[in-house]
């Protein structure tokens, strides 16, 4: 063997190791990042529960309709004539006539109404 053969003979090797330790390390970190995409996932999973959870406490979850489960449905209470009284005499109010102050607070409860049902 020549010495130009000898010399490439032996890069080839070098070569050959380099390339056994950059796969070894390759194989290492395919199998950690593979770790780590399934660490994602239990994560992932683990939110979406708890965000399925929060999203709708009435039922446990079960609905998966968040603000509209029927679990938080509610019946509307409106103010009774006597709540509406109290409130066409609080102070400062008494330059604004009664009859109007009235149709405007049940005109305003009639709004919430509408967005709250």
């Not at 406490?57 to 449905?73: I, L, M, S, T």
């Amino acid at each position: 063997m020549t010495d130009r053969e000898e010399v490439l003979e032996k890069m080839l090797r070098s070569l050959s190791r380099e390339l056994d330790r950059t796969m070894s390390c390759l194989k290492t970190m395919f199998s950690e990042l593979q770790e780590l995409v399934e660490e994602n996932e239990d994560l992932r999973s683990q939110l979406a529960k708890q965000e399925k959870e929060i999203s709708c406490p009435p039922c446990n979850g079960d609905c998966n309709e968040g603000r509209d489960c029927p679990a938080r449905k509610r019946e509307w209470v409106g103010l009774t004539d006597e709540e509406v009284g109290m409130l066409t005499v609080a102070d400062g109010l008494h330059d604004v006539e009664v009859p109007i102050l009235a149709d405007l607070i049940r005109a305003v409860e009639a709004k919430l109404k509408e967005k709250n049902t």
